[in-house]
């Protein structure tokens, strides 16, 4: 069943002789619990396409459909509900709340809108993310992998549609970024959390159910690992 969808998407910084295409013309779709791992050079567009999907930027043209609705034909108030409910996005730098500890920051989305906490949800993604013991923590008393593992439940606390990840391994050593890996397809595959991940790293992206390569804008290779 298809969860997301991408109609001729472009994408263009600047004008004239300065104009840049981030993104031209880019079209697929994704399926509901899949795990795609998006991959290409330094300036291929590829964290652009994951901020539009995530509706942090706008397309130049083309359309998005999430969960069968037109992302873009929403109005800002809209867009903000969407972003707090149909996306978790994770990101290299993690982004936490320094002034907010282990557990503020992980339900921090469902604050801001205003639901209730589900405690026993809560629990369960602290033994997940084997942030338990952790909880009152500040996340300068935190390694970056327990940071990051912060930010993962911070993204799927509230059960989005999709799960859109930046290089979200880009900071961390071998070990810490295979097990951020091992709980993002835990994610995947025990909450069925769609999974759209940006990587550099070769061997991470092997281990997603499919592969597309960017370039220059453009998709140049869609190649499905396994079903």
């Known amino acids: 069943m298809e969860i997301v969808r991408v109609e001729d998407l472009c994408k263009t910084y600047g004008r004239g002789e300065n104009e840049v295409k981030a993104l031209d013309h880019v079209s697929f779709s994704v399926d509901k619990g899949e795990f795609v791992a998006i991959i290409g050079p330094s300036g291929s567009g590829k964290s652009t396409l994951l901020h539009i999907l995530g509706a942090v930027d706008r397309p130049t043209g083309g ?3 999430m969960d069968g609705r037109d992302v873009f034909a929403q109005n800002e108030d809209q867009l ?8 978790g996005l994770i990101y290299q730098f993690y ?16 604050l801001m809108d205003g639901q209730q906490v589900n405690e026993e949800r809560l629990r369960e993604m602290l033994t997940t993310l084997k942030l338990t013991g952790r909880e009152n923590h500040l996340p300068n008393q935190l390694s970056g992998g327990q940071q990051q593992r912060v930010s993962i ?7 989005p549609a999709v799960v859109l990840a930046d290089e979200p391994t880009g900071n961390l050593d071998r ?3 295979q097990e951020i890996v091992e ?4 994610s995947n ?4 959390q769609t999974l759209i ?10 281990q997603a159910d499919r592969i597309i390569s960017i370039e220059d804008g453009k998709i140049i290779r869609d190649e499905v690992i396994r079903r």
């Open 189 to 192: 595959q025990k909450y069925h």
């Open 80 to 87: 903000a509900i969407f972003r707090r409910r149909q996306v």
């Open 63 to 65: 359309k998005v459909y």
């Open 175 to 177: 070990k810490n970024s």
């Open 153 to 159: 439940g911070r993204a799927i606390m509230n059960a």
């Open 95 to 110: 982004n936490l709340i320094p002034v907010l500890n282990v557990t503020e920051n992980i339900t921090l989305p469902l």
């Open 183 to 186: 709980l993002l397809k835990v």
């Open 197 to 206: 991940m940006i990587t550099h790293d070769e061997s991470i992206a092997l």
